[in-house]
């Protein structure tokens, strides 16, 4: 239930076709961000290991209709027995999203990611092509971003992620984060146009 509210919520944010010069210019601006993400699914993953927090770094820029976005995800789940051993993971992600701007320096946003969540387990009683592992991933995300002044920004998000593994692997994050936007170097907008 809550991977289809997540999803409708971010494909409802991304906003509609709109005059050239109501959009930003692509490459125009770059936006570097940290969030600190909890997993609040009750899943699968909690059976087995105690996810505790992640930590994400993002970039995103002004797209034709819309935002792209690449980032990584860190964590380090801890096992909840010995039968198990804990992970560090890290998904490194492209994405593709919009906002609408809600007033009073506030704007909500959603979008979708696709990426490759690798895994490496801890300790050395796993034989070597076991130790580690990578699998396709998939999220939708929704987020609400305020701009008190200046380039800074303060944002919450909430996203589903699935990663398919042979138990696909499904979390549902809540994240605070913070960020600046930048003007996009010259040399940087030159090579992406």
Known sequence: MMRAFVLLFALHLIPPALPAQARPAPFETLDLGITVLADVNHGSLQQWWSPGPALGLGLTMPFYLGTFELGLQYAHPSALSDDVPGFRS???????????????????????????????????????????????????????????????????????????????????????????????PAWLRDFLD
């Open 90 to 184: 890290l998904f490194v992600y492209a994405g593709w999203g919009g906002e609408r701007f809600l007033g009073a320096g506030f704007a909500a946003g959603g979008g979708a990611r696709v990426g490759v969540m690798a895994m490496r387990f801890d300790g050395d009683s796993l034989p070597g092509y076991r130790a580690s592992e990578s699998e396709l991933g998939l999220a939708a995300r929704a987020a609400v971003r305020w701009v008190p002044a200046g380039t800074w920004y303060a944002e919450t998000s909430v996203s589903y992620q699935s990663v398919l593994t042979h138990h696909h692997m499904e979390q549902v994050f809540l994240g605070a984060g913070i960020g600046r936007r930048f003007a996009t």
